[in-house]
């Protein structure tokens, strides 16, 4: 989990899911807003389709929070991050799954350099 301070929630989610720039990958996409905020904060949502276990699900939910853990404090001015997974990426392995975050994160202009 997130650090209370670095977690999306409730409202917030919606506001990005329906406002926000989007970028997509072979099996993630990230949805973004700026934001006013102290701090970015971010969410991953893992649908059904991925797999119907939920054991699965939050296998590659974890996954993706110690990618995106370290990134947050890296992130330009603050902006709340949606990260989706299709389901292509049950056959990725931890190291592909964090190159094409990292590539989409760098492709949106979202971390500094």
């Not at 506001?15 to 991953?44: D, M, Q």
């Not at 939050?58 to 404090?73: A, F, H, S, T």
């Amino acid at each position: 989990m997130f650090p209370k301070s670095r977690r999306l929630t409730g409202k917030a989610v919606v506001l990005v899911a329906r406002r926000g720039n989007v970028l997509s990958g072979p099996s993630i996409r990230i949805k973004w807003v700026r934001t006013s905020g102290p701090a970015s904060r971010a969410t991953v949502v893992t649908p059904l389709v991925f797999d119907k276990r939920a054991t699965r699900r939050n296998r590659i939910k974890r996954q993706l929070r110690e990618v995106i853990r370290p990134l947050l404090v890296q992130m330009k001015p603050p902006i709340n991050l949606v990260v989706s997974v299709g389901s292509r990426a049950k056959d990725k392995e931890f190291k592909g799954i964090q190159a094409e975050l990292m590539s989409l994160l760098i492709r949106g202009r979202l971390l500094l350099r």
